[in-house]
């Protein structure tokens, strides 16, 4: 499953770049639980938990229709829409002033991996080819 390791290889450093974001903040902040009204700990803690909340099944999806045979192209598709929807919504949630156009289109990108790689998963599930 080499383009799947490929997204997730590409995915994993920004999880970790989330995630030392948070920390930081939690030190500024002296805040160890929750967000002690701290808006910026607030909203660096949603951009990671939205990453947490869809990349895991995004990627399962991916592996799956990998694993499917689907064509590489596909994989690619997902891939990006993923990776790219990811950075996106990530950037454009983070800042002070909220950028509703990149939060917007993230999660669009987000969406249309996953749906994709639901319909490949169903449709080989029931032997109706997909082919790109």
């Known amino acids: 499953m080499t383009i799947t390791a490929?997204?997730?290889?590409?995915?994993?450093?920004?999880?970790?770049?989330?995630?030392?974001?948070?920390?930081?903040?939690?030190?500024?902040?002296?805040?160890?639980?929750?967000?002690?009204?701290?808006?910026a700990l607030l909203r660096r803690m949603r951009v990671h938990a939205n990453f947490i909340e869809y990349v895991p099944m995004a990627?399962?999806?991916?592996?799956?229709?990998e694993n499917l045979k689907t064509t590489p192209l596909l994989l690619h598709?997902?891939?990006?829409?993923?990776?790219?929807?990811r950075v996106l919504h990530a950037y454009g949630v983070s800042q002070d002033h909220e950028n509703l156009n990149l939060r917007v289109t993230?999660?669009?990108?987000?969406?249309?991996?996953i749906?994709?790689?639901a319909i490949y998963c169903l449709a080989a599930s029931f032997g109706v080819p997909i082919r790109l």
């Open 59 to 65: 990627l399962i999806l991916l592996a799956l229709a």
């Open 6 to 39: 490929l997204y997730a290889g590409l995915l994993a450093p920004i999880l970790v770049f989330l995630s030392v974001r948070v920390i930081g903040q939690r030190r500024s902040a002296r805040v160890a639980i929750g967000h002690g009204e701290d808006k």
């Open 77 to 85: 598709v997902m891939g990006l829409a993923l990776l790219v929807g």
């Open 106 to 113: 993230g999660m669009a990108l987000t969406f249309t991996a």
């Open 115 to 117: 749906m994709l790689g």
